[in-house]
């Protein structure tokens, strides 16, 4: 390859990454709309994080100690509450922030504006509205993960676990997520070890591991008081479906796969040993899933 292709290529790939940062400006500004409009409907726990802005403006920092709030997201709301005296604004704001990061993410996974746009299409179609829209503590761990691991994997350890370790401050759930980005598999039968251990494990422990962590976190002991949900997750939906497709067509090309892909297809698969082995838990085991499911897009 001559040096004019390689210039040229390097061009389109800067020219990528800067319209890539504009559109993900202009996607968070749209997110930022549809939340403080809420054209779409209101979400159902839109009631609880207003209930909670309003804790936060008469409380202040005694927030910390009565709401059920990670630290992060309460410290947050805390800032926001003081610049803006709306709390859908408020609301709007945070919805921003972990879309920016989640854009970043992307953008930096992305090796061509087709994939980008792919990905974008596929996150607001399935993420967007379940995460920034409903679950935006989740959405703000969740978003800190994926940058977390931009550095990890990129060998900027110090820094992405300074991340990832922030992103617990926002959702306790983020604990399951973090040890697997550290976990890599080149062959196929250490994925399937690896997930299979993961299974064994969590069927084994999740009882005794809900029942300790219940004396720590008041959500936690809240689940074992009122149950881990009413009805046990369907094992073959539709979805579930979907995402063995994707596995099976990835293992089968296995071979084929860059080292990021291998990473993420082994994510997949023990987000879904996790969610398996852990079914009786079955919130518990949703919001686990969602965590690993994300890589996937």
Known sequence: MGMKQISSKLVRHILFK??????????????????????????????DYNDFFDLVRSGGLDVLAVSRFEPGFSILALVLT??????????????????????WAINAYSSSQKIFFVVAAFYFSRYFPLHELTQLRAACAIALILVGAVFLWNGNFFIGILICASALLFHMSAAAVIPALFVAASKRRQVLFISFMAFVFTFAFSGILTGYLGDFIPMVDAYQ?????EDRPNPFAIQLLIDWTMIAVSLIMWDRLSLLMKRIVLLEIIGLAI?????????????????YRLYAV
């Open 18 to 47: 800067r319209h890539g940062v504009f559109l993900m400006t202009l996607f968070a500004l749209f997110g930022f709309l549809l939340a403080i409009t809420q054209i779409l409907g209101q979400s159902p726990d839109y009631s």
């Open 82 to 103: 003081k610049l803006f005296t709306t709390n859908v604004i408020v609301y709007g704001w945070i919805v921003v922030a972990a879309m920016l990061f989640k854009g």
């Open 225 to 229: 008081a009122g149950g881990f949900g």
């Open 275 to 291: 969610f398996y082995g852990g079914i009786e838990f079955s919130v518990i085991a949703h919001r686990i899933r969602e965590f």
